[in-house]
């Protein structure tokens, strides 16, 4: 798309939003994929830490397209889509991008998308935001295209519960031959461990875990009824 065009298709997914600032020269994006299903104040806490942390301009949330098979999603991608956009609406930081809900199958990949990312914001500093747990998942090469990712961006690696994240870098080959600060760590107060899946559980099981969820994702989930089977 043209730079007029691609700042259009990113005002209309955030209204209200100051979408100019996001092509400016040295602007820090950091990009979080997630299936978002559903997204949780988990995924809010998180994301704004990093922000903080590594002083990022913007967060753009991804949702994962349903096309990729390593994601067994139980929501439709409009769903997904539209509890992301009410649950960072308040947020001028926060923003929305639908690039893998929309991609071919087998272009729904990380590399793909940062390419994506790279060509669509070249004057930005970007950075792929990751927990500790698909460092590892790269480390065991369960992830395609991983060389090219990996030597072509920078990431942030969060923190997950029993993952030494330095001892996942030595013990692969892949990883400490890039390990040149291309892998920034945040492993301080960053292992919450409430998921998407024990929400999805406890509502199956009429739960109410209202306080887990933004108040308009919790509404949402209950006007559409989701989540009221688990998924195998």
Known sequence: MKPAATKL??????????????FKEGARIGVYGSSFDPITNVHLWTANTVRHRKKLDFVI?????????????QTSDQHREEMVRLAIKNKQTFLLDTYELHVL????YTY??????????????????????????????????????????QFIVMARNGIDILKTISSSALLRNYDDGRFQFLDKGLAMEISST?????LARNGDPEFLLPDECYSYIK?????REISR
């Open 9 to 22: 298709y990113f005002q209309n997914l955030n209204p209200g939003k100051d979408v100019d600032a996001l």
């Open 61 to 73: 949330f991804l949702p994962s397209s349903h096309k990729r098979v390593d994601k067994k999603l």
């Open 105 to 108: 199958p087998g272009k729904q």
């Open 112 to 153: 793909y998308t940062m390419e994506y990312f790279k060509k669509t914001f070249p004057k930005a500093d970007l950075f792929f935001i990751m927990g500790a747990d698909l460092l590892v998942d790269i480390a065991k090469g369960k992830w395609r295209m991983d060389e090219q990712l990996i030597a072509n961006n």
């Open 198 to 202: 024990y929400i999805r559980e406890e």
């Open 223 to 227: 006007e559409h009824d989701l989540y």
